[in-house]
């Protein structure tokens, strides 16, 4: 059964800690995506990836680490410099034809809370 | 940066009416893409336009692309209660490498 696995689908932690959310995928995606979603918001891109061992900053990279040492895997670390991570952290996938956009299949996505 | 604009944040309809949401971008888009969340859910791709002046059906839902690449709609005809949900419109970034820019969605609320 192919798709996205992210967990856990919470998460709690105390201000001032790293924690590190997984992303597994066995769609055969070259592509990967980590973004956050905030209330009435759209998704802002936080990092990306289109093959192993190269990641690129998206718009709100600051405070998040991410690497992709296998093509199934690209976890996200929320580090302590981040200055507001409580939301809803979603991970994506997707093929990479030629010079197209394709559809991003999502993962059911990790809802983080800091406290 | 950009930013595409989506309207209205939500709309409150009765099961049986029509319902529609639109994006704006300030440049020129590669292509539109449209996904739908439900509650509690994760975005899932509906559809993806990339010609100028395209429109595409799904069975109640139409989408649109402005002939100048800047604007998108979506409508429901004859809205049901599984229509409940977020839709949001994701445009991409020319030159970009596959990036999209969200626009904030439309959250379809049915009446009871």
């Known amino acids: 059964d192919g798709g996205i696995t992210q967990s856990p689908k919470y998460l709690f932690r105390k201000e001032g800690q790293n924690v590190t959310l997984s992303c597994e995928q066995n769609?055969?995606?070259?592509?990967m995506y980590w973004y956050r979603q905030d209330p009435g918001q759209g998704l802002r891109l936080i990092y990306y990836?289109?093959?192993?061992?190269?990641?690129q900053k998206g718009d709100i990279a600051e405070g998040y680490s991410v690497s992709r040492e296998k093509k199934e895997s690209f976890p996200l670390t929320v580090t302590s410099a981040q200055k507001n991570p409580t939301a809803f952290y979603l991970c994506a996938s997707s093929i990479i034809i030629g010079s197209s956009y394709n559809e991003q299949f999502f993962g059911p996505g990790t809802r983080l809370t800091v406290l | 940066g950009q930013q595409v604009m989506q309207i209205p944040q939500y709309q409150h309809v009765q099961e049986g009416e029509d319902f529609t949401t639109y994006c704006n971008s300030s440049?020129?888009?590669?292509?539109i893409q449209w996904y739908k969340q439900r509650p509690g859910g994760h975005p899932v791709f509906l559809i993806q336009l990339v010609k100028s002046g395209e429109v595409k059906k799904q069975k109640r839902l139409t989408f649109q692309f402005g002939e100048a690449k800047k604007n998108s709609s979506l409508h429901i005809t004859a809205t049901q209660t599984t229509d409940v949900g977020t839709y949001f419109c994701?445009?991409?970034?020319?030159?970009?490498?596959?990036?999209?820019?969200w626009g904030a969605g439309t959250k379809l609320i049915i009446k009871p």
């Open positions: 769609l055969n995606h070259d592509a």
């Open positions: 994701a445009g991409g970034k020319p030159g970009s490498n596959y990036q999209l820019i």
């Open positions: 990836s289109q093959i192993v061992n190269d990641f």
């Open positions: 440049t020129t888009l590669s292509n």
